[in-house]
């Protein structure tokens, strides 16, 4: 028997005036995927990110995330949930341990707790003599790194990665997705959007999204084999157009 679905969308829409920034979409994923929600800066990716995590209401439609509603129980998916944005979430005027300190204590943490993750996530990250650095100081790759551990503090089961990694060098984006398999490794489902498409390669399931709507949905293996074509770029070019060209101005 096939276990509920962590994050489940059907005919889920958000629409701001006359604006539809997605389209009725239906999704369902299983927990410990790492699931990829992939499309052109615009396609709707953040909007469809940003209401499974209960920061914005839909329009019509129903969802659920870790069996709650996201209309109804948003509070309750944000306390499960673990979330990396776009802009990594940090502040940058606030030192490393005073990001994971400011943290833990909304996920509601106890002095404790927060002390002794604080000094296990910095030896992990090797930020040890870097704790009372500000955060700007930090290379943009451990900038990316410290925010997905501090998205991880209280150990949610499902983890929301928008973007993760904008604006970083492939070899610390090859890093980052090595840390994503060992999260999905440990049980926990990753929910990822982005528009690289050699990323698209990692994931083990993954959506198309174009102007608001899934337009495709599977493995990439099982996409390549469909279309007969290489690579997930060459499937998006085949069904988008060139990403550079297709690329809205809005919301991800």
């Given at each position: ?15 701001f ?56 129980e ?150 390549k084999?469909k ?23 809005g919301?991800?």
């Open positions: 028997m096939q276990p509920e679905p962590v994050v489940y969308a059907e005919n889920l829409s958000k629409r005036g006359s604006f539809t920034a997605v389209d009725g979409i239906s999704v369902s994923v299983q927990p410990g995927e790492i699931f990829g929600f992939l499309g052109a800066n615009g396609a709707g990716k953040t909007t469809a990110i940003r209401m499974f995590c209960g920061l914005l209401p839909p329009s019509s439609g129903i969802a659920r995330v870790a069996g709650f509603d996201v209309r109804t948003a509070r309750k998916i944000k306390q499960t949930i673990g979330y990396m944005s776009q802009k990594f979430s940090l502040y940058e005027d606030l030192t490393v341990a005073q990001n994971i300190e400011f943290y833990g204590g909304i996920y509601g943490l106890s002095r404790a707790e927060i002390t002794s993750k604080t000094d296990h996530m910095l030896e992990e990250l090797s930020l040890t003599d870097r704790r009372d650095a500000l955060t700007r100081s930090l290379p943009l790759g451990w900038k990316q790194r410290l925010a997905l551990s501090v998205a991880m503090l209280h150990d949610p089961s499902i983890v929301f990665l928008d973007e993760p990694t904008g604006g970083v060098d492939p070899i610390s984006r090859r890093n980052f997705w090595r840390i994503i398999y060992d999260i999905a490794a440990s049980g926990k489902t990753v929910f990822v959007t982005t528009h690289y498409m050699d990323e698209a390669e990692y994931c083990g399931r993954l959506s198309i999204m174009y102007q608001g709507r899934i337009i495709e949905l599977g493995k990439p293996g099982e996409l084999e279309y007969g074509l290489k690579s997930m770029q060459e499937i998006f070019v085949h069904l988008v157009g060139d990403p550079e060209k297709s690329s809205p101005k919301n991800g």
